[in-house]
């Protein structure tokens, strides 16, 4: 399978980098185009191909990677032959109305939301299949660069949110947390390292054990003690609240 990734920005930069640190594909078989050869660079130190003309990039892939700007969308598919191609589009925005208008008939259409952890294989992508999918095919690509969920249209939206919002959000809670260690006595390296860490355990807790949040709370708090103190702080000041607000504000 030879990919080619159309935009070399946040997005479509980091899918390309996931792609070329994993082993779903062979380094060349990845095609990366960007109008600015500067950010061509490094895809090509890591064994990409790379072009600054979009056209030679899709008529050499099997699978195309729409990555840039919504607004730009239409102009760069429309220059396209997307014949008999599988055609994915990262524009968050875009409806699989409007693509359907400018692919070819004969393509596979997808829609996909990644987040920028796909750089180190942990973005959670949510996958729309619009006409003639190869399902095994998408799925494997972008569960290359961390894990994926196959939805309808209309929880896009809500996907975008949860999963690319949410990065900022839980950073917001990396720094929060740093801070108060720094506050508590840390420097503010030492206070950053412990909670990145905490976070990883977390992370790896619950997706082993299958446990509600909660019931992972309840193991590491007892009665009048440190834990269950310092959450009802955070809850009176809002905490559960203000991430639920943060979440739907961002709809």
């Known amino acids: 399978m030879r990919v080619a990734i159309i935009g070399a920005g946040a997005i479509g930069g980091a899918v390309a980098e996931g ?3 994993s082993d779903f594909l062979a380094a060349d078989e990845l095609i990366v185009s960007n109008p600015t050869e500067q950010k061509l660079a490094r895809f090509a130190e890591m064994g990409a191909q790379v072009t600054t003309d979009n056209v030679e990039a899709a008529r050499l892939a099997d699978v195309i ?31 699989s109305e409007q693509l359907l208008q400018w692919v070819s008939l004969y393509a596979d259409l997808w829609l996909a939301i990644p987040n920028i952890a796909a750089s ?4 959670m992508t949510f996958l729309v299949p619009v006409k003639n999918t190869n399902r095994a095919d998408v799925q494997g690509l972008f569960n290359a660069v961390g894990r994926t969920f196959v939805c309808p249209e209309r929880l896009l939206p809500a996907g975008t949110t949860l999963a690319s919002c949410g990065l900022a959000y ?16 840390f420097r503010a390296h030492e206070a950053q390292e412990i909670v990145l860490q905490t976070v990883l355990g977390v ?8 446990m ?20 009802n702080e955070m809850e009176r ?12 504000a961002g709809m």
């Open 203 to 210: 992370v790896r807790l619950l997706q082993a054990s299958g």
């Open 65 to 95: 990677i729409i990555a840039v700007k919504p607004w730009l969308v239409e102009e760069v598919l429309t220059a396209l032959d997307t014949t008999r191609k599988t055609v994915i589009s990262l524009a968050a925005g875009i409806t």
């Open 19 to 21: 792609l070329l640190k």
């Open 237 to 248: 000041a809002g905490f559960s609240s203000a991430v639920i607000r943060g979440l739907k």
């Open 120 to 123: 180190e294989g942990a973005s």
């Open 170 to 185: 839980a950073m917001r809670y990396v720094r929060a947390s740093t801070e108060g260690g720094v506050e508590l006595g």
């Open 212 to 231: 509600h949040p909660e019931q992972a709370v309840d193991l590491v708090t007892t009665p009048g003690g440190l834990t269950i103190r310092g959450l």
